[in-house]
């Protein structure tokens, strides 16, 4: 905000933005130009919405933000067990190894591998939930960043805005200026062709008005400079045709001295800056950051559960083909030879050696398993006391900054109040030298019609009020610009 506000102050102007969070518009892609600019004059609320919807500067905050939500989700799924499927084919040749059965075979052999695994972890010192916690923090202060560019752009475009009106109400001022300047030329014309003034007078009268069209010439160039810084936070394609609504600006004698109460404006301010927001959503973020890294003195506990089957080429079995019958005769005693008659029939089954099925290996060959695993941390190179000391470090800095955060925007209060204030007495004292000039260069001017004062008096008189009404009117876009700020540390929306 600091680095913002005076850039600000440099420009000349101060201008309000909002503080509450707005509806954040759908955002055309990065990097992209508008085709073609919206036609018509542009009121400051229609230039804001523009460069809200098209400043890249927000978009690319956005675009951290949602990275800061993907990490999030991350780290949310990250409670979930994990599933893995995997799967393997392989071919060996020559003298090998059996991957299923342990055997030498000189073949080729074909082998598939198939396996599930799960495991999810029951217990690691609270890490995974703090790391939630902790990345839910920094996914808000992500938002209040975007709450922020916004408000930075909202105040740079009402800054530019303002610089615009000036420099147009400047470009008629000086206008007006010339217009008289020549139409004292033409009576000086007159009086000198009827003798009542000297020469000299027409050449100083004339003098003025090249000064003149110069001052006029000057304060086109500041117009165009200020259209174009205008048109560049609006991300258009170029300034051309480009213009503006100029509102009704109440002077500053309008309301009343300001009175200074910057203690109030900014305990108002600190409940409603998304930058104080942030930091202190970062300090809480820091304090998680401890948590998770003390989690590392903890044991770690975890469950997992896995099934696995297999396939081999080389896997045979027997399998049945058919019966074999012998008949073994009886031995007749009384003869001695083998009685057809009588013996023992015994019946074999035949058998071959077959490869086993893939499915059928599929289903013999599953198998289970679980299994818990404790790892208790003993020594581990001081990298958990470390971690401690770094997330106790990191507290300490973003404390300070957080800190620095709130003094800045204390500070620049102050100096926003002191400003207004200083502005609106120059304004009014501007004004005062305003009228005693009018009323020196109407006299000049009367003195001079009747060669009663030379030519160089009356240009002194004439620049005396030229200078002192560009003051004023200076000293009241100042005062418009310092009394925004205010209105923007107090919650107050951008309006002129």
């Known amino acids: 905000m600091k680095c913002t506000y005076w850039l600000l102050l440099s420009s000349g102007l101060l201008a309000a933005g909002p503080l509450q969070a707005q509806q954040v518009p759908v955002q055309p892609p990065a990097g992209t130009l508008p085709t073609a600019a919206p036609t018509g004059p542009w009121t400051l609320q ?10 890249l500067s927000v978009r690319q905050q956005q675009l951290s933000s949602e990275l800061q939500n993907a990490t999030l989700r991350q780290s949310r799924a990250a409670l979930l067990p994990s599933a893995n499927l995997s799967g393997t084919q392989a071919w060996n040749f020559g003298t090998s190894i059996d991957p299923l059965t342990n055997e030498f075979k000189s073949q080729t052999i074909r ?25 839910a923090l920094d996914s808000e202060a992500s938002v209040l960043d975007i709450e922020k560019a916004r408000n930075d752009l909202s105040l740079n475009v009402a800054s530019a805005f303002l610089q615009l ?12 200026r010339v217009s008289s300047t020549r139409s004292q030329v033409e009576r ?50 170029t300034p051309t045709g480009f213009t503006i609504e100029v509102p009704q600006l109440a002077d500053p004698d309008d309301a009343p001295l300001l009175e200074a109460d910057p203690d109030g404006t900014y305990q108002t301010a600190q409940s409603l800056l998304p930058e104080i ?14 948590d998770i890294a003390r989690g590392g003195y903890y044991p770690r506990l975890a469950l997992g559960a896995g099934i696995f089957t297999g396939y081999s080429s080389a896997r045979s079995s027997f399998i049945q083909t058919g019966l074999d019958s012998t008949f073994i005769p009886v031995i007749n005693r009384a ?42 941390p ?57 009228e005693a000039l009018t009323t020196a260069y109407r006299n000049a001017e009367i003195r001079f019609n009747n060669g009663l004062l030379n030519g160089t008096e009356f240009n002194i008189a004439k620049n005396n009020l030229t200078a002192a009404e560009s003051t004023m009117i200076q000293a009241k876009y100042e005062f418009i610009f310092r009394r925004k700020v205010l ?3 107090q919650g107050r929306p951008i309006a002129l």
Request: charged share 20%; aromatic share 6%; hydrophobic share 40%.
């Open 335 to 376: 003869t001695g030879l083998p009685d057809p008659t009588l013996g023992l029939l015994t019946v074999q089954p035949r058998r071959e050696f077959s490869s086993t099925a893939f499915s059928q290996q599929i289903k013999d060959n599953l198998g289970k398993n679980i299994q818990f695993s404790l790892q208790v």
């Open 277 to 290: 927001k942030a930091a202190d959503l970062r300090v809480r973020s820091a304090q998680r950051s401890l």
């Open 111 to 135: 082998s598939n591998n198939f396996s599930a695994n799960s495991q999810v972890t029951l217990f690691s010192g609270f890490q995974l939930r703090n790391t939630v916690r902790r990345n």
């Open 188 to 237: 000086t014309q007159k009086l000198l062709k009827a003798g009542a003034i000297p020469e000299s007078n027409l050449l100083d009268i004339q003098a003025q008005q090249a000064s003149d069209e110069l001052n006029v010439i000057t304060a086109q160039n500041q117009r165009d400079l200020a259209r174009l810084s205008l048109t560049q936070l609006l991300n258009l394609p």
């Open 378 to 434: 003993i020594l581990n190179g001081l990298q958990v006391r470390t971690s401690v000391q770094r997330a106790q470090i990191n507290i300490q800095q973003q404390e300070l900054r957080a800190e620095q955060t709130r003094l800045t925007v204390r500070q620049s209060i102050q100096q926003a109040y002191a400003d207004a204030i200083a502005a609106q007495r120059r304004y009014f004292s501007a004004r005062r030298q305003v």
């Open 46 to 55: 229609r230039a804001v919405d523009y460069a809200l919807q098209n400043n």
């Open 487 to 489: 209105d923007f540390y």
């Open 165 to 176: 009106v000036l420099a147009e109400e400047l470009v008629r001022t000086n206008e007006v």
